[in-house]
T-cell receptor, first 108, second 115 residues
Framework: AQSVTQLGSHVSVSEGALVLLRCNYS??????LFWYVQYPNQGLQLLLK??????LVKGINGFEAEFKKSETSFHLTKPSAHMSDAAEYFC??????FGAGTRLTVKP | EPEVTQTPSHQVTQMGQEVILRCVPI?????FYWYRQILGQKVEFLVS????????KSEIFDDQFSVERPDGSNFTLKIRSTKLEDSAMYFC?????????????FGPGTRLTVT
């Protein structure tokens, strides 16, 4: 079945450090891939999406993700973590199938 | 900026009771969804709705669940006889069209507590 897998249910980084949240997909056809963020007690908000074209996708709040077909990955990165980035992050496939989520904690 | 709204924000009900969760999608959107998120767990797809009929549903969406678009603005999820395990956050989402490249816009959710 086509799906996404998020490696690591919890990631903790220090403020100013690199953020790397991992997402791998399994698909026999080119996927559309999305990253959503969920702040406490809120709904999901789109960070960025990959449809076609450029494989490096830039999103809101300084986040970006790179689609790597050879690795079937779509990892989310941010060069420098901010306290306000603490949230739950979900990778999604074709915008309906969500990964299990990764909780990002940012330490001062 | 247009947004998806959901009411109520929190619903408490007794086991066996019927509940209706309400959503107002973004006005020019055509494709609607319900998702469930049990506390601390992943977001689970329940159902999608397009052109006044169910487009796709998951195995979670059994006969206890139904959806309706009773007028031009509301989109509802009904649970006929609630169970304890129905306690969760329920999110409504809408999308401008059905193509998989279009992102969804989520409402803030309704927290359903079944006692």
């Amino acid at each position: 079945a086509q799906s996404v897998t998020q490696l690591g249910s919890h990631v903790s980084v220090s403020e100013g450090a690199l953020v790397l949240l991992r997402c791998n997909y399994s698909s026999s056809v080119p996927p559309y891939l999305f990253w959503y963020v969920q702040y406490p007690n809120q709904g999901l908000q789109l960070l960025l999406k990959y449809t076609t074209g450029a494989t490096l996708v830039k999103g809101i709040n300084g986040f970006e993700a790179e689609f790597k077909k050879s690795e079937t990955s779509f990892h989310l990165t941010k060069p420098s973590a901010h306290m306000s980035d603490a949230a739950e992050y979900f990778c999604a496939y074709n915008d309906m199938r969500f990964g299990a989520g990764t909780r990002l904690t940012v330490k001062p | 900026e247009p947004e998806v709204t959901q009411t109520p924000s929190h619903q408490v009900t007794q086991m066996g009771q019927e509940v209706i969760l309400r959503c107002v999608p973004i006005s020019n959107h055509l494709y609607f969804y319900w998702y469930r998120q049990i506390l601390g767990q992943k977001v689970e797809f329940l159902v999608s709705f397009y052109n006044n009929e169910i487009s796709e549903k998951s195995e979670i969406f059994d006969d206890q669940f139904s959806v309706e678009r009773p007028d031009g603005s509301n989109f509802t999820l009904k649970i006929r006889s609630t169970k304890l395990e129905d306690s969760a956050m329920y999110f409504c989402a809408s999308r401008v069209d059905r193509g998989p490249s279009y992102e969804q816009y989520f409402g803030p959710g309704t927290r359903l507590t079944v006692t």
